[in-house]
């Protein structure tokens, strides 16, 4: 692992607002490094407020959406909620179908079949509102590039109106309204939305033609929040205070359906990180192993009884998806073990059975055995598909761009990609794509990165200090976990590997300076038992961690999460 210490912000401004906010320098760092540098701006990062939300008919096109579905509404239409199969899509539908529903009775949910359609609008979903006599589509988290699509649906007497957050080409769709923040011409104040959040800034717009206020619609925030976790986007500005909100009703009074996935975890209070970790990989695994429909049928049952039914089904699906991505993350390894490619730049890894819907998460998955780029093939049709994956710092879609002579089709962003090539191409590419990246990677991004926010001491660790970074929460892009570093430190003596295989290192952390008086904190680091050696026959090392809460036979206290060890 690389260790890099994060630059010392402007020591003036640190001493300010240590100053206006009465903190230790370690905080105020924290915050500044964060972009936070006045008491104000201090006060909306802890204090996350409605009023942190912006006016939705800022958004280009918000006042055209919203006359258009009020006269939906008024005509009787059939509406068609059209969204993407992955964990945005299906958290849009479910948030924008079940608010038009306690509008009107001509409401329908469509999700395409991630195998059959692929990603986004389709022809095939097109035809579908067509034969059902659906006048509009309001499409969630795609649609932004469909110009054929919807010049399609308007031959057929079907309007579009689209909430997308991807960045659009050159050129936009004809359709009645195009909402993305991202568009150029879009002066909406805040640019990271995730498509569930576009959904959400609609119904906001069209609540407030009725006199209502965002607090009115709290209940969909635990959509918004699944959404915000599961899409990475940055926790910062409107999305902290969706975020914020939508972790309270996921802890205190979610909709049935995610109540019923998250039944059985053992957790007073679940963080971002849960949603990420427990709620997402289920609601995506519908679209993986079966159908997105599975998703947003769970996600808008009124029922009980019947949410728990859907919930053991989709926990069905997850376990599947779990079982299919382990086993092809093991033939994969050992297909680059018995090709000799063990020392190459990249991994291209190719099984005509492996499962379509697993792919990307397999990819991601070889990155944390080899850390470099990475692409997995599967059989498509007639053609292979591929989904690829990327280290940081490393451009993956430009290394695409310069192998575009082997590849039929490709498009993602720069850490993640999807393609389909020919299989007699597929040789072709895999040389032609490792001699790119061999050409363009620095070669010290192949190392694992752990950025330092700060350099402390043990003494600094406090209970108060704990109770601060707790309120910086949710982590997440843009405000992620602070992770510290400690220079030479001791284990007390004890330390031990722990877990299946000796796997985990458990050790209890002491400044030499002060091993009999000063602070001492358990240490975990989970995959660095063979680091053990490090810690032995009372050796100094320098350690980098997060801070964490242990609860034990009813006691608490701060532990170290430990990230990675040296001598």
Same mark, same amino acid.
């Given at each position: 692992m690389r260790w890099t210490l994060k630059p010392k912000p402007d020591s003036k401004t640190v001493e300010d607002l240590q100053k206006a906010l009465q903190v230790d320098a370690s905080v105020a760092t924290l915050l500044v490094q964060r972009g936070i540098e006045t008491y104000e701006a201090a006060k909306t990062f802890f204090r996350p407020s409605f009023n942190d939300l912006h006016d939705p008919f800022l958004m280009k096109d918000m006042d055209l959406a919203v006359a258009?579905?009020?006269?939906?509404? $008024?005509?009787?239409?059939? /509406?068609?909620?059209?969204?993407?199969?992955?964990?945005?899509?299906?958290?849009?539908?479910?948030?924008?179908?079940?608010?038009?529903? $306690?509008?009107?009775?001509? /409401?329908?949910?469509y999700i395409p079949d991630r195998y059959d359609e692929g990603y986004g609008v389709s022809y095939k979903g097109i035809d579908f509102a067509h034969d059902n006599d659906f006048t509009l589509i309001i499409a969630l988290d795609c649609g932004v590039k469909a110009i054929d699509k919807v010049a399609y649906a308007s031959e057929k007497g079907i309007d579009f109106i689209i909430c997308d957050h991807h960045r659009p080409g050159d050129k936009l769709p004809k359709a009645i309204a195009v909402l993305d923040p991202k568009r150029d011409d879009c002066d909406y104040p805040y640019k990271e939305l995730c498509g569930c959040g576009v959904g959400f800034k609609l119904i906001q717009a069209l609540a407030s033609k009725e006199g209502q206020s965002v607090e009115d619609l709290v209940v969909y925030l635990d959509l918004v929040a699944t959404a915000i976790g599961a899409d990475i986007v940055p926790i910062t500005g409107e999305n902290r205070a969706l975020a914020y909100f939508g972790l309270q009703v996921i802890n205190t009074n979610p909709r049935l359906g995610i109540k019923a996935l998250i039944s059985e975890v053992k957790k007073d209070k679940l963080t971002i990180t849960d949603v990420v970790f427990i709620v997402a990989p289920r609601i995506n695994a519908a679209g993986r192993m079966k159908h997105g429909n599975y998703a947003v049928n769970l996600l808008t049952e009124t029922d009980e009884f019947l949410a728990e039914e859907h919930a053991k089904e989709i926990n069905t699906f997850n376990l599947d998806r779990r079982e299919a991505d382990k086993q092809i993350t093991e033939e994969a390894l050992i297909q680059i073990s018995e090709n000799n490619e063990v020392n190459r730049l990249t991994t291209v890894v190719y099984n005509a059975s492996w499962h379509k819907g697993v792919i990307g998460i397999v990819a991601s998955r070889l990155t944390e055995t080899y850390y470099r780029p990475t692409l997995v093939f599967t059989k498509s049709g007639n053609q292979l598909a591929a989904s690829a994956r990327s280290v940081k710092g490393f451009d993956v879609y430009n290394a695409l761009e310069a192998c575009s002579e082997h590849i039929e089709q490709f498009g993602g962003h720069k850490y993640a990609a999807g393609l389909t090539l020919k299989e007699e191409n597929y040789a072709a590419f895999k040389q032609a794509f490792e001699d790119e990246v061999s050409k363009t990677i620095d070669r010290d991004l192949l190392i694992p990165e752990i950025k330092v926010d700060a350099q402390i001491q043990l003494d600094e660790i406090t209970p108060k200090f704990y109770r601060i970074l707790r309120q910086f929460t949710p982590f997440g892009p843009g405000n992620m976990t602070p992770i510290f570093m400690t220079q030479n430190v001791k284990d007390s003596g004890y330390g031990k590997c722990v877990g299946e295989d000796d796997k985990h290192l458990r050790l209890t952390v002491v400044s030499p300076q002060a091993q009999s008086r000063g602070p001492k904190f358990v240490g975990i680091g989970f995959n660095l038992g063979n680091k053990i050696d490090l810690i032995k026959?009372?050796?100094?090392?320098?350690?980098?961690?997060?801070?964490?809460?242990?609860?034990?036979?009813g006691r608490t206290s701060l532990q170290l999460k430990l990230r990675d060890i040296k001598a």
């Open positions: 258009r579905i009020e006269k939906a509404l $008024s005509n009787n239409e059939n /509406i068609l909620v059209y969204g993407d199969y992955d964990v945005d899509g299906t958290t849009s539908v479910a948030l924008m179908s079940s608010y038009l529903k $306690s509008k009107s009775d001509q /409401i329908a949910t026959d009372n050796k100094s090392f320098d350690a980098v961690y997060s801070i964490d809460e242990n609860h034990w036979q």
